[in-house]
């Protein structure tokens, strides 16, 4: 639920780096007391360093160094296409959009985009715009410079794009036309899944849905340009719920599960058929396209399946979801293709120490004979299945690289609260960690043949 499918998360800006130019000093920096080790506290983490931006954004505007002005204002000339609408959004959203409000509740004429409003609150909220165009100048200069850091040492960056947005962004108050919105300009219905293996009533995503005719009249535009923005950060790309694109879940708006939805036809090809023409080929090198990575988990049908091989991505396989004793499970590595990214487990899931101890006896049993193991050491043992497998790519998740419980898991399906706090702190790692992994990708083939082309060998990722 991002304010903005292309701009980059705040809280992730290094405020060292701040002070190393001159904005912040050392007594900014003295953490909060609230702040652990080991979990996230989102609300302590905002506060501390929205407060510390904004002063030093102050501080930047009134430096009368040339040179970093100079740096930003090319910055807002580059992102200017999507950079001022949500510079404003944020902005507005400071002012109107204090107890719940949402886009739909601010003054009419600014809902609606009325070009008179718009420009009378870009005026009288110049210093607020320009504060948010300074985050996002410093994000993506720190970003891109860590990729570049990564690069040139034969690491490549993945990246993930949900496939729908945020009921409350800039995407959607600023491009109305392209969501399936009522002449309010709330969502008519909304996105989500039918009752699955996470939940019983489905997942009630609340996302707007998109208004695919108008995508297809100006030609994906607004897909192309996120793709391109993503590609900036990333050298591959997952788009989640990749299934979505063949048909998805629609929700009457106000449903409160997702058992009453229905499955609609999505653009099918035509979308990534744009994203060629623009970016050039998903694994052509020489054209500089981004490199995908098709998430399609959940209820997939041959014509999912068919629009994948057709384009040419790789899906994924999840070895948790594996064991359900029968042969033909396309989880089971034997059963994989190498145009495959396997996985441990996903965010989504326990962690595999956490999904073996919730296994009935029966199927740990399942599990030990397939793998051949006495399951002692089940997230070794399940790391090693995914290394020694065909998939083109092995991701294994930091929580089963040390072994961790479900106390660890990143997040809860369905659960809005208290996900994504896990943190890991380096008394946890010890050198046969890296010793262990290192071992396991030169007995699978999986270090690169050339530092730069990681992208056309088989590779673990963390």
């Known amino acids: 639920m991002s304010p903005s499918a292309f701009a980059g998360n705040e809280l992730l800006i290094d405020l060292v780096q701040l002070r190393d ?31 510390r931006l904004r002063l030093a954004a102050e501080h930047f505007f009134a430096d009368v160094r040339r040179e970093a002005h100079k740096d930003f204002s090319a910055f807002c000339t580059r992102a200017h296409e999507w950079l001022d609408d949500y510079a404003l959004f944020m902005a507005l959203n400071r002012r109107y959009g204090g107890h719940g409000k949402v886009w739909q509740d601010w003054p009419t004429a600014l809902a609606r985009r009325k070009p008179d409003a718009l420009r009378e609150a870009t005026e009288d909220l110049a210093e607020e715009c320009n504060f948010w165009k300074f985050c996002q ?134 979308v990534f058929a744009a994203l060629n023409k623009a970016l050039g080929k998903p694994h052509d090198k020489s ?45 089971l590595p034997h059963n994989f293709e190498a145009n495959t990214v396997v996985y441990t487990g996903t965010h ?36 090693r299945a995914a290394s020694a497998s065909v998939a083109a790519f092995s991701i294994i998740p930091m929580q089963d690289v040390l072994g961790l419980d479900s106390f660890h898991r990143m997040n809860q399906p369905n659960v809005a609260e208290g996900s994504w706090e896990w943190r890991f702190v380096w008394t946890q790692v010890a050198p046969w960690h890296a010793q262990h992994l290192a071992e396991l990708t030169r007995l699978h083939g999986r270090i690169p043949r050339r530092r730069s082309d990681v992208h056309a060998t088989a590779s673990h990722v963390i």
């Open 287 to 331: 054209q500089g396209a981004i490199k995908i990575i098709a998430e399609d988990l959940g209820i997939i049908t041959p014509e999912v399946r068919a629009l994948r091989e057709k384009i040419g991505l790789p899906g994924m396989r999840i070895l948790q979801f594996a064991f359900d004793g029968h042969t033909d499970n396309l989880y």
């Open 348 to 383: 989504d899931n326990d962690t595999t120490v956490g999904w073996w101890n919730s296994l009935a006896a029966h199927d740990q049993d399942y599990v030990r004979r397939y793998l051949g193991v006495s399951g002692n050491s089940i997230q070794w043992d399940m790391i």
């Open 21 to 51: 130019a001159g904005w912040l000093t050392d007594a900014n920096l003295a953490p909060d007391p609230a702040f652990t080790d080991t979990r996230v506290n989102y609300a302590a983490v905002q506060r501390f360093r929205m407060a």
């Open 137 to 270: 100048w410093r994000f993506y200069s720190q970003w891109l410079a860590l990729k570049d850091y990564a690069n040139t040492r034969g690491i490549q960056i993945i990246g993930d794009v949900p496939i729908f947005v945020s009921p409350h962004s800039a995407d959607v108050w600023a491009n109305q036309q392209l969501f399936d919105l009522d002449h309010r300009g709330n969502p008519r219905v909304v996105a989500g899944v039918p009752p699955d293996y996470f939940s019983a009533t489905g997942q009630h995503w609340g996302n707007p849905l998109y208004n695919w005719p108008a995508h297809a009249d100006d030609g994906y535009h607004w897909w192309i340009e996120r793709m391109r923005a993503t590609h900036a950060l990333c050298d591959i790309v997952r788009i989640d719920h990749f299934r979505g694109f063949e048909s998805y879940w629609e929700i009457p708006a106000g449903s409160e599960t997702a058992i009453n939805g229905q499955w609609r036809k999505g653009p099918g090809i035509a």
